[in-house]
């Protein structure tokens, strides 16, 4: 009932910086964009989908320690889009970056956005 689309990723030098988008789209999803905590994820090749940022309905932050202070989660309202500006990225960072609920049951994943940092 609700789409997720991930775009933004692409290749980027160490210490340069991306900035992703999440548009969600569907049945209810104004309503849903509005109440849910929404969340980035990323998964590196071979290792788990791993929760990196997120945002509260009431505009509260929350980030993982290894991004804290480089990653920015923002959410517009009228655009039912989510943000995840990342800045100082280092080769640790690529993975396959998502957007879904920060908690709770998934909606349906999206194809993620590839996000490569290397010198």
């Known amino acids: 009932q609700v789409q997720l689309v991930e775009s933004g990723g692409g290749l980027v030098q160490p210490g340069g910086s991306l900035r992703l988008s999440c548009t969600i789209s569907g049945t209810a999803s104004r309503i849903i964009f509005s109440i849910n905590a929404l969340g980035w994820y990323r998964q590196a090749p071979g290792k788990q989908r791993d929760l990196v940022a997120s945002?509260?309905?009431?505009?509260?932050?929350n980030y993982a320690d290894s991004v804290k202070g480089r990653f920015t989660i923002s959410r517009d309202y009228a655009k039912n889009t989510l943000y995840l500006q990342m800045n100082s990225l280092k080769p640790e960072d690529t993975a396959v970056y998502y957007c879904?609920?920060?908690?709770?049951?998934?909606?349906?994943w999206g194809q993620g956005t590839q996000v490569t940092v290397s010198s």
């Open positions: 879904n609920w920060a908690k709770g049951l998934f909606a349906s």
């Open positions: 945002i509260g309905s009431d505009g509260t932050t």
